[in-house]
């Protein structure tokens, strides 16, 4: 699908202050012109410069502006990360176009990973928007704002499938599922690069993390991930297909080993895969520091050992160690990497630096310095209108008991929660170059919206955790929760009074930001007790309790799924997020998000996920059975399953129909459905396919997401949803790792979550 820039988007792009003229192409953008310019200008650098070239730095305190300023002087430096503001990366690219022997300029990258200035909905919140014209505008904003600060290069975007909540990264990425992630990163890729890298408002992409690192062992990050070469090549590796095909120009490799080997020295994954059967042609980065892990991983016995183990493997750039610097000249003098081998590895960063533009124009992403914004963070600069519309359209509602929302605009509303007006944590984390000041939370939103026609009591409640420990860990780099100065009891005594003169309770609570980040994992998904206390506390007034969760990762509900009246999942929802739930809460948005990842009902369940095998001996819920596969000191299946989310009106799904009973070799099945509005309000849904290979020469799962479609129905329209299913959708690995469609019988399954479905089968001839 291509992306289309909505109408809103154009004309707010239009409004942007025009930047020097583009001066026409001298080198132009076409691969053998590339192939010639980068094969003349290797020819004039030393070995030395070439491995310069390999090494990409990061600002921080151990390389500061200053020192690194000498060292691209010296060309031990082909490109920069963290530096975000168009001053400081002019200052470094004059260093390189300047003083360089070769004035062959820097490229600069930074993790954009939903939003620049403006922070859109955490990644997972994206994916349960299942809208892919939201999520190009996401992309398309992202890199506008990105490149208008100078950056050439994301971090993005993170496309590892994960069934582990424990995981604090499923915040990055789109969920447990296959194709929904292959479709949101080909989206992110395409509308971030756009039609050229090189354009004014674009940015390459650098997938990650290459491979499987959301499967890392019982969720703990950095961990090591085995699996089996049928789910590696079927379940994991896909979406990083999708958005290397999607034309990404980078990719970076991931930390862990996989099946005993760390990524940055796989040259299976690297070489094999990537370059032989998948034909990449672009550049691979080490993640931050990887090469030297090497060591510690136990694969390579020295600093010396690591490089020439990465090279080979071929990770083509360092990502701020010093290794390659350092160890390349030796290994090359000694004969143990060849001058070949540096010369490849140096192409692939020169050639991502032709095809960003910048041997056309080194400043195409800076304009004429009369041009910087007075104020980085200017107002003028945020996209306020487009992060309020996705993030409302990530909105999960889990229930409603007795249409408790929406809430009116009137009467008295206790706002409740250590969330409910924390600007630190809606925005989420990597929230990149956005400011927190400039975040709306959810009590200036429903403020907003009642406009002085409710009276809202707002009390914090709880802290969002007691933990000193936890505390303390969030608070390890920045000052990300504050403890407050009253007692725990003074809070809850003031959330509770404030909750006895309310006619409704809204609770925002879940988890800081910074519990759902990199190396933030969970042994336990709860919401932490200070916060559960809070929940009793204010369900023994016994007035209606509605739960606003704010979240990185599926959490372990059982209890507030009982206690609430209505629950609605925003996760971190960004800049306009406190808006965009008000917009919810009160009906002026009907909510549409479908969850990208199952809900377990504890960590005991873990892994959980919809596509699982059926086993020999599935567990019926009909006929439950000792000898079957299930827990049985809990329910079984999840408490909220891949795909579900309510609306503030009813949809009803026809049986499927299908155009045949048959589908030949190269042939196609339709299969429809029709979608009623049967209830009183206009509302979006997202209308989901799913197959299964009924009988095949391995266990297949009981079903995989094939397809799906968001469609808006007034009340009362009726809607037919049809879904081509070609043979690719048949595939799968089999034993002799040979991807086929085998014959035989295929159900179809059509409905709104991936539970609840509507059925019918067709034969593969
Ligand atoms: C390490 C993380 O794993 C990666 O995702 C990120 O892009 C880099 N650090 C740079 O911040």
Known sequence: MKWIYSVSLAVTLAMQPAFADVQPAQH??????????????????????????????????????????DMIQQQQVGAIFNTV???????????????????????????????????????????????????????????????????????????DVTREPRWGRVSEGFGEDT?????MGRTLVESMQGKSAADRHSVMTSVKHYAAYGAVEGGRDYNTVDMSPQRLLQDY???????????????????????????????WLLKDILRDDWKFKGITISDHGAIKELIKHGVASDPEDAVRLALKSGVNMSMN???????????????????????????????????????????????????????????????????????????????????????????TIALVGPLADSQNDIIGSWSAAAVSGQAVTLLQGMKNATDGKATILYAKG???????????????????????????????????????????????VGEARGMAHEASSRSDITIPPSQVKLLDALKATGKPLVIVLMNGRPLALVKEQQQA??????????????????????????????????????????????????????????????????????ANGPLFPFGYGLSYT???????????????????????????????????????MYLRDQVASISRPVKELKGFKRIMLKAGESQTVTFPIDVDALKFWNARLQQVAEPGKFSVMIGLDSADTEEAEFTYL
Not at 54 to 61: E, K
Not at 665 to 684: F, L, P, Y
């Open 28 to 69: 132009p953008l076409t691969p053998q012109a590339r192939d010639a310019f980068v094969s003349d200008l290797l020819k004039k650098m030393t070995l030395d410069e070439k491995i310069g070239q390999l090494r990409l730095i990061t600002v921080g305190p151990e390389n500061t502006k200053e020192v690194i300023r």
């Open 85 to 159: 503001t168009r001053q400081d990366i002019r200052a470094m690219q004059d260093q390189a176009m300047q003083l360089s022997r070769l004035k062959i300029p820097l490229f600069f990258a930074y993790d954009v990973i939903h939003g620049q200035r403006t922070a859109f909905p955490i990644p997972l919140g994206l994916a349960a928007s299942w809208d892919l014209d939201a999520l190009a505008d996401v992309g398309r904003i992202s890199a506008y704002e990105a490149a208008d600060d100078g950056l050439n290069m994301t971090w993005a975007p993170m496309v």
């Open 179 to 183: 194709y929904l992630t292959a479709e």
């Open 237 to 267: 590796l896909p979406p990083y297909k999708a958005a290397l095909d999607a034309g990404s120009g980078g990719v970076m490799v991931s930390l862990n080993s996989l099946n005993g080997v760390p990524a940055t020295a796989d040259s």
């Open 321 to 411: 160690d010093e290794y390659y610097s350092k160890y390349l000249p030796g290994l090359v003098k000694r004969g143990e990497v060849s001058e070949q081998e540096i010369d490849d590895a140096t192409r692939h960063v020169l050639n991502v630096k032709y095809d960003m533009g910048l041997f056309n124009d080194p400043y195409s992403h800076l304009g004429a310095k009369e041009s910087d914004p007075q104020d980085t963070n200017a107002e003028s600069r945020l996209h306020r209108a487009e992060a309020r519309d996705v993030a409302r359209k990530s909105m999960v509602l889990l229930k409603n008991r007795l249409e408790t929302l929406p809430l009116k605009k009137s009467g």
């Open 462 to 508: 709880a802290n969002v955790t007691d933990n000193k420990g936890i505390q303390d860990f969030l608070n390890l780099y920045e000052n990300a929760v504050n403890k407050d100065t009253r007692s725990a009891q003074q809070m809850l005594d003031e959330a509770v009074a404030a909750a006895k003169q309310a006619d409704v309770v809204i609770a925002a």
């Open 565 to 634: 009246d209505a629950i609605l999942e925003t996760w971190f929802s960004g800049t306009e997020g406190g808006n965009a739930i008000a917009d919810v809460l009160f009906g002026d948005y009907n909510p549409s998000g479908k969850l990208p990842m199952s809900f377990p009902r504890s960590v005991g369940q873990i892994p959980i996920y919809y596509n699982h095998l059926n086993t020999g001996r599935p567990y019926n819920f009909e006929k439950p059975n000792k000898y079957t596969s299930h827990y049985y000191d809990a």
């Open 650 to 688: 009813s949809f009803k799904v026809s049986p499927v129909t299908l155009s045949a009973d048959t589908m030949p070799r190269d042939g196609t099945v339709n299969a429809s459905v029709t979608v009623t509005n049967t209830g009183k309000r206009d509302g979006a849904t997202v209308v989901q």
